[in-house]
């Protein structure tokens, strides 16, 4: 891991103004894009895999990498079950030592993922997006979580949802999108690696080159309805 990782560069002076009403379009017009076969194979093994475990609360790692925040969430949490979700194949391939058995890492989309997940009536208890590509130009807001159609989706499946990123916007940004879906207050902190435990490479990485680094939490509660065209046959 290299001590030097470069600093957000963006175009923009504060949240996009465009945010508002992207989310709006999110909160209005159900997300139709199909699913992809892949998506749907790993989140049927997902499926085996936490009928095996009846009863264990379920923590989410979207956008897990090399799935290093996946294991090291499974060893702090010994009774939940861990699922990392990312869709780069090398990246989940690096070889990172052992998976607790309390841990599964899976290549899925997880556009598709979040969908099936809620339609399945998935109820994670942690819900952890974890320094997720920035997209930090201003034409490249729909790219964002809080800028994407999945938005309402990520929000509806509830539990205590953290996000972690070096882009202190990012995080505001989000924050005006959870307010404007569920009328939720939530504010981007500061996050201080306490002894230098990193959850995450990019945490280390950004945290050794003087980066700051910022996150929200928030408690949701379980809230399909709030996906536009939920319910509809
Ligand atoms: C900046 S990396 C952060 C990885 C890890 N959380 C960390 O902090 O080290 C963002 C990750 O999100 C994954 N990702 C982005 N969009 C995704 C999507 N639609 N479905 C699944 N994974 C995605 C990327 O493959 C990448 O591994």
Redesign the pocket.
């Known amino acids: 891991m290299h001590a030097s990782s470069r600093s957000i560069a963006t175009n923009q002076t504060g949240p996009h103004e465009d945010l508002g009403r992207r989310v709006a379009r999110a909160l209005e017009h159900p997300l139709r894009k199909p699913v992809a076969e892949h998506t749907r194979t790993a989140f049927e093994s997902a499926r085996a895999w936490l009928a095996a475990r009846p009863g264990v609360p379920l923590v989410l ?6 799935g ?2 996946t294991r090291r969430l499974a060893w702090r949490l010994p009774d939940h079950a861990v699922i990392g ?4 194949e090398s ?1 989940l391939s690096r070889e990172h030592g052992p998976l607790p058995d309390n841990a599964l890492l899976l290549r ?4 598709d ?1 979040w969908r099936l997940a809620l339609e399945d009536g998935w109820r994670p208890v942690r819900h952890y997006l ?4 920035p997209y930090p130009k201003a034409a490249h807001l729909k790219m964002r979580w809080h800028g994407h159609p999945v938005l309402p989706v990520i929000l509806a499946l509830g539990g205590r949802l953290e996000l ?1 990123s070096n882009w202190r916007l990012y995080v505001e940004e989000f924050a005006l999108a959870l307010t404007q879906v569920c009328g939720r207050e939530a504010t981007a902190v500061p996050h201080e690696p306490i002894d230098d435990d990193y ?5 280390q990485k950004y945290h050794a080159s003087g980066q700051e680094l910022w996150k929200l939490v928030v408690d949701l509660p379980h809230e399909p309805g709030l996906v536009p065209g939920w319910g509809d046959a």
């Open positions: 790692d979207a956008g897990c990498g090399v290093l925040s979700v990312d869709r780069s990246r899925a989309d997880l556009v993922f974890l320094y997720p590509n972690r959850l995450t490479p990019f945490e």
